[in-house]
């Protein structure tokens, strides 16, 4: 009733009053985290977490978590521990529904999205919005559909996802996909439209941080966190054994050399990214040997 008030009066709608959430710079910084591998990946970016606030000074932190419970899944247990830790949303991607605890836990937590393409039928939702000091950020997931498994295209649901998202002045798509040419495409198509769109799935960075013609911060992979020694995250010695031998191997996951990458998404004006930069660094205090 005081929006019509307001309206009617033709007075603009104020934000609420809430603490400033906006960053030293005036805007709003937006720390996304990519894809957290097992346990040595949630402790490097706890580790990593007080580094990151000081000097990025993030409004918003964002995490793919689609690894985090043992390389593969998620659990309640260890959303919880991140969301506690200070993240604001958790993205996943194809290991969605590794673990079957995470299934109702997916339905009742707002802050946790799978990919939006997926069947409606399956567990989840593909989007949210949170909220810092009235600032709204929405954040889509997306799975590409090249090499990967999911029901619908990723090209058509993002219109729905983002007419779920209502009023926002930031959104971040995390497009999970194994083709560098989906994320480029997706990156063309949402120029201008959404804050930013980062790739994440193949745990390896990409050296393509910038932003589009329209102001749209976006980058093909962000990478990993977790350890660098192994393949993408396994045991570096079991992932050459199953190349080798073309047998089945039990896969672990490696704690070799863990680092965390990210992207640092900066940004004074709504739907608009001021500057990408991409973050890589070891564990704080960690030995890199071996
Ligand atoms: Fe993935
Ligand atoms: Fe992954």
């Given amino acids: 009733m005081a929006e019509r008030k307001a309206a009617e009066d033709g007075q603009e709608e104020a934000l609420p009053a809430e603490p400033d959430a906006r960053a030293d710079n005036g805007g709003v910084n937006i720390l996304f985290v990519g894809d957290i591998v097992g346990g040595i990946g949630r402790r ?69 999205v799978r990919p939006a393409n997926f069947l409606r039928s399956q567990p989840g939702r593909g989007t949210c919005v949170v909220e810092r000091g009235g600032v709204r950020l929405g954040v889509i997931n ?29 959104i971040i798509v995390d497009m999970h996909a194994e083709a560098t040419s989906e994320k480029v495409a997706m990156g063309w198509h949402l120029d201008g439209r959404v804050t930013a769109v980062v790739g994440t ?22 990478g990993m966190t977790g350890p660098r020694g192994g393949v993408i995250g396994v045991k570096r010695e079991q992932a050459l054994e199953g190349l080798l031998t073309q047998m089945p191997v039990r896969f672990e996951t490696s704690d070799v050399d863990p680092w965390l990458m990210g992207v640092l998404i900066r940004c004074s004006q709504p739907l608009r990214a001021e500057s990408i930069e991409q973050i890589l660094m070891p564990r704080p205090n960690s030995s890199r040997a071996s």
């Fill in 142 to 170: 997306l799975s590409g559909n090249l090499y990967l498994r999911a029901g619908r295209s990723a090209f058509t649901e993002i219109e729905v996802a983002l007419a779920d998202l209502g009023s926002v002045e930031h």
């Fill in 201 to 222: 799935h193949t745990h390896v960075p990409t050296a393509d941080a910038r932003l589009l013609n329209h102001g749209t911060a976006y980058i093909t992979d962000v």
């Fill in 44 to 112: 490097t970016l706890l580790d990593s977490l007080p580094i990151l606030r000081e000097r990025y000074a993030p409004t918003f932190i964002v995490v793919n978590a689609e690894n985090s419970a043992g390389g593969l899944g998620v659990t309640p247990k260890i959303a919880d521990e991140l969301l506690a830790a200070g993240v604001d949303a958790i993205t996943l991607g194809n290991h969605t529904y590794h673990r079957r605890e995470i299934y109702a836990y997916l339905e009742t937590e707002p802050r946790i």
